[in-house]
């Protein structure tokens, strides 16, 4: 008999995986989920290919009337702004200062994104508090590459 408990410690001992996974990786709680998170922005430094509905013009003249310059919307004219909707996923466990990717899509009549900066857009969630901020130059993911004759490109300037 202790021959056998023996035997089966040493096999016990022995298959132990050898890893370190974190419970967290491998276990899925229940109700533990990550949660959407978002807000509407205003993407600056489009070259010309921006909007500029009514909507776009009153988000700038908001930004510029919280830093004391008092403009009305009639005063801005320029398609170098575009209104968007910046969302994520924000996900569970996250810590103070976890950085999470966002996805920054036109909701006027912007052309392209490309080039633009995110202004400062604090991301709520659906109680309505500030979970994340995002800011920042927008990435398309493309590429550019040239050669003697020839040159090409896909969402890069």
Known sequence: MRSLIGAMAVILLAAAPGSGERIKDIVEIEGVRGNPIWRVGVVVGLN?????SEMTKRAVAN???????NLTPNDISSNSVASVMVTAQLPPFARVGTKIDVTVSTIGGASSLQGGT??????????RQVYAVAQGQVSLGGFSASGQASSVSKNHP
């Open 48 to 52: 010309g290919t921006g909007d500029s």
């Open 118 to 127: 995110l202004v400062m857009t604090p991301l709520m969630g659906a109680d």
């Open 63 to 69: 930004i510029l009337r919280r830093d004391g310059l």
